[in-house]
């Protein structure tokens, strides 16, 4: 299992928590004096498979086969070894295979925030939310086919006369322990540094974001808002010594610049809403592992490098309809998109590894059922004025993003 492919992409799942456009039409301010708190629950489906560079799926299923063109590039002896078998037996060199493995990956995320907002004036509103996560990753590894030594070793022997050097080739290969899985564990603990290889699960706090939003227009019927603020790298980062764990944050700070509008129709039974938003992520200092080679991800040194994560842009798009005043039902279109991030260091070589398919795409249909007792409470028909929304989303397309469902129950209540 890659190291940047579940996890990197898990952290796609960022909860939005209390944003206002939830309130009511999207660019709906809070008037002066009243609160809202809030509580929602986000889960997903069990994440097995992906979007990859080229926009098709593929599971989180890896088969893999240790073979001479896999391992040559772990350091330098194995370079060595390697470039030496192939001179005496280019045969030898193409079907030489330590074994075949494979690996069953999968995750799931679940993230409980709380947020609050305060209507400042009755075009002013401030708000902030609190993520926290529950993830849970499973790797299960088995070997499929055992290794080739013994056949390298009779390969070799074709060569009636072999120099010393190449009788050391011979020896050593005949000598290579077997590649089980206690000893790929073994390797990537004692020689990799890494933590064991296996199922990860972990909680804790996400990023915070703290915000406001001003509406623009006082028109009947339609209106603009703008919104701004801060995500604040409150988080759990990505460990560089945990192959398989998920991070709750990006490790610094963004900023966000946000647009809200939307217009009313058929006695305002009918809102049609449009959202875009805009982050720029800061550039930070972070300790990661140093690859060496395009295909093998494993690496033995750990570095402080420049990272410069891609900004974002999302934009949300759809229909809301209102049965009655207290029941809604909506649906949206929904475009995540991140760019290319960037690195900084003096290993040059990894600087490009590390950029590789590090922007993505994903394109979501989001349906959510909406009840409001707001209207009620005004009317003095119900007590409290609160809100419940129960949220489906289903990503039907991307580029280097995983494929997962997502569900949320949200509650707010106003004061």
Excluded at 25 to 47: C, E, M, N, Q
Excluded at 334 to 358: P, V
Aim: glycine share 8%.
């Amino acid at each position: 299992m890659h190291k940047t492919s579940l996890k990197r992409y898990c952290f796609g799942l960022v909860l939005t928590l209390i944003s206002v456009n939830s309130l009511a039409t999207s660019y709906a301010t809070l008037p002066k004096g009243v609160r809202v708190g809030g509580y929602r629950h986000v889960f997903t489906g069990d994440i097995t498979s992906s979007y990859g560079a080229n926009a098709s799926e593929s599971s989180y299923a890896l088969k893999e086969g240790l073979t001479a063109k896999t391992l040559e590039s772990i350091n330098q002896a194995t370079k060595e070894y390697f470039k030496q078998l192939k001179a005496i037996n280019p045969k030898a060199y193409e079907d030489f295979t330590f074994g075949e493995y494979s690996a069953q990956g999968s995750g799931e995320v679940t993230v409980n925030g709380f947020g609050a907002g305060w209507g400042i004036t009755d075009r002013l509103t401030a708000y902030f939310s609190m993520p926290i996560y529950k993830a849970n990753v499973n790797l299960d590894i088995h070997r499929t086919q055992g290794n080739n030594h013994q056949q390298t070793v009779q390969q070799l022997n074709q060569n009636t006369q072999l120099s010393a050097d190449q009788k050391l080739i011979r020896d050593i290969t005949a000598q290579l322990p077997d590649a089980k899985q206690e000893l790929l564990q073994s390797v990537v603990v004692n020689y990799y540094n890494y933590k064991p290889i296996g199922n990860w699960q972990g909680q804790g706090l996400g990023d915070v974001e703290v915000g406001a939003m001003y509406r623009l227009t006082d028109w009947k019927g339609a209106g603009i808002a703008i919104a701004g603020g801060v995500v604040l790298p409150t988080g759990r980062t990505d460990h560089p010594d945990i192959l398989q764990d998920i991070a709750f944050g990006d490790g610094q700070t963004d900023v966000f610049a946000e647009v809200f509008m939307g217009k009313s129709f058929m006695y305002r039974r009918l809102d049609l809403d449009l959202g875009i938003r805009y982050t720029y992520q800061f550039a930070k200092d972070k300790e990661i592992r140093i690859p060496d080679s395009y295909e093998f991800p494993l690496s033995t040194k750990k570095a402080v490098v420049n990272e410069k994560l891609g900004n974002k842009i999302s934009v949300v798009f759809g229909p809301s309809y209102g049965f009655t005043n207290w029941f809604s039902f909506s649906a949206a279109y929904a475009l995540d998109k991140k760019f290319k991030s960037t690195f900084e260091s003096e290993y040059t070589l990894a600087n490009e590894i590390l950029a590789i398919n590090t922007d993505s795409e994903s394109h979501y249909i989001k349906l959510a059922a909406n009840f409001s007792t707001v209207n009620l409470y005004r009317m003095e028909v119900f007590p409290i004025p609160l809100g419940i929304s129960l949220r489906a989303q289903e990503k039907i397309a991307g580029r280097n993003t995983p494929k997962h469902s997502q569900y949320e129950i949200d509650f707010r209540f106003f004061f």
